[in-house]
């Protein structure tokens, strides 16, 4: 970060051989040219911080992007599921509704074909 540099330390900046006169040296580089150096440190690491700030908040809204389309993918799946089974379950319902039909048309032909007599015969049979 910024350190404060004495008024010294501003004078030797300039003369050369200077080690403070590399830009790593001194993170504010505008620090001898305004007149509010301290300013300008602490802006420039406001600055810092904020794209810093911009970059998490961009990825955390990502991430939370991310959780809810899977939560909603989960819930789709769900619901696909679920009619899945309940297709299945109509199938076998309805199978089952034309198996009742044809056995109730078989039994209701089987009867109308008998004669009244073959039937008063079948019961005299039964009784003997």
């Given at each position: 970060?910024?350190?404060k ?6 004078r ?8 403070s ?42 991430e939370?992007?991310?959780k ?48 009244p ?12």
């Amino acid at each position: 970060m910024c350190k404060k540099i004495s008024t010294a330390q501003r004078r030797d900046m300039g003369k050369p051989g200077n080690r403070s006169q590399s830009p790593d040296a001194n993170p504010c580089k505008a620090r001898k040219q305004h007149p509010y150096p301290s300013l300008v440190c602490w802006l420039r690491q406001a600055d810092t911080k904020l794209e810093d700030l911009r970059s998490a908040l961009q990825s955390a809204s990502r991430e939370a992007l991310e959780k809810k389309l899977r939560m909603e993918q989960k819930k789709a799946e769900t619901q696909i599921q679920q009619l899945h089974d309940d297709l299945e379950h109509e199938k076998a319902a309805r199978v089952e509704v034309e198996r009742l039909v044809r056995t109730s048309e078989e039994a209701r032909k089987s009867f109308f074909q008998q004669s009244p007599l073959d039937t008063r015969n079948a019961e005299k049979k039964s009784t003997v």
